[in-house]
């Protein structure tokens, strides 16, 4: 049974995946971590703003 060219080149792309580790993962969790923490640091900071009435 052949295999079409679509599942022929997402094999190969998924072979190649395991050869190159974890940058794409890392970078993806260090991205994800930062705009937490601003948005974690925004929310906590809007609380202690003072209101002038």
């Known amino acids: 049974m052949d295999q079409s060219p679509a ?3 997402l ?3 998924a072979s190649a ?3 190159q580790g974890p940058g794409n993962l890392l ?3 260090l991205i994800v971590m930062m705009v937490g923490c601003a ?10 703003k003072q209101k002038d009435d």
């Open 17 to 19: 995946a395991q050869h």
């Open 39 to 48: 948005l974690t640091g925004w929310f906590l900071l809007r609380g202690y």
């Open 11 to 13: 094999t190969e792309a």
């Open 27 to 29: 970078r993806v969790v």
């Open 7 to 9: 599942a022929a080149w």
